[in-house]
């Protein structure tokens, strides 16, 4: 059964969110805990999906050649029942994002490889997957907003 968040719970997600990297000492210092008490809560907080990871986010000094990033579209054979679809885009590392969408399409996953032939594969597995209708690829040609 989740708990509901208390104050200190909250203190550490803000101070998890500003700085990913910091550590348990300097955590608990920051947030009127012990140590031991600050791992165990982060524990709990990752047990139940309140963290579900931690990530990178590259600073402007990234070598030029970095991830091509593609969109795909795609339409699932039924929206109610396509959950094993969302289930091996999961499996696919390079799927950084997957939203499911009300309108014309199903998906919109998020690709992004380090080559366009790698993306190309992903198409075809994503294409072969028994839930698949159609697919519709976009290669992003900049990235203007990255957040």
Known sequence: MKRLLDRADERI??????????????????????????????????????????????????????????????????????????????????????DVMSGEFDLVVRVEATEADRIRQIWQEISALPGVRDTLTAFALSSMIRR
């Open 13 to 98: 997600l803000l101070e998890l969110t500003k700085n990913a990297r910091i550590s348990h000492a300097e955590l608990a210092a920051k947030v009127n805990l012990s140590r031991n008490a600050v791992r165990q809560r982060i524990e709990r907080l990752e047990r139940d999906s309140l963290i579900k990871g931690y990530t990178i986010i590259a600073g402007e000094g990234r070598p030029v050649s970095s991830a091509i990033t593609a969109m795909m579209l795609v339409y699932r054979n039924d929206r109610m029942r396509g959950g094993d679809v969302i289930q091996a885009l999961r499996r696919i590392p390079e799927v950084i994002a997957c």
